[in-house]
């Protein structure tokens, strides 16, 4: 498999030791904005027209990543984050009658593995449910927010 090497933004979320451990080589730091880097092999870039990020999925077409650019005349800003495989998300459900929103965790590829309950009073219930779905999940899968856990 081959390597795809890029100039991309050199600041790093979580950090950059997270990319390395995953495969990332940084080769250049040319300045202060941007780094040219190699992607761990068989990872690519996938642009979408119109947006200003760019999506890295890894050799299975996962998503696990995204290059975030904002350069024109007034901005020059952008950075490259690592995804965890799991994340807290709402959800909107219906059982026929009813349209709710559900407090959710859902896996990569959106499908949810957990639902923490029905957000029909967001403002007093929300912090009790995340609660909830991160007891879950860290019971369920320790160090679930490392974005480099639980891909393989």
């Known amino acids: 498999m081959n390597q795809q090497s890029y100039w ?6 979580p950090c ?6 995953v495969g990332f080589k940084v080769h250049d730091m040319a300045s202060e ?6 992607l761990p092999i068989g990872w690519k870039c996938k642009r979408y027209d119109g947006c200003s990020f760019v999506q ?18 007034e901005e020059k800003h952008g950075f490259l984050q690592l995804n965890p495989r799991y994340k807290i998300s709402t959800e909107v459900a ?4 009813h349209v709710m929103l559900n407090l959710v965790v859902k896996d990569y590829d959106d499908a949810v593995i957990y639902t923490a309950g029905d957000l029909e009073d967001y403002l007093s219930n929300c ?10 999940m ?15």
Not at 33 to 38: F, H, I, P, V
């Open 8 to 13: 991309i933004p050199n600041t790093f979320f």
């Open 94 to 97: 219906e059982d026929g009658k």
């Open 33 to 38: 904005e941007m780094a040219y880097m190699t």
């Open 138 to 152: 860290d019971r369920r899968y320790p160090g679930w927010e490392n974005p480099n856990n639980y891909w393989d």
């Open 127 to 136: 912090d009790a449910l995340e609660q909830k779905a991160r007891a879950y």
């Open 56 to 73: 890295i999925v890894d050799e299975k077409d996962r998503p696990r990543g995204q290059i975030v650019r904002k350069w024109n005349s």
């Open 16 to 21: 950059q030791e997270a990319f390395a451990q």
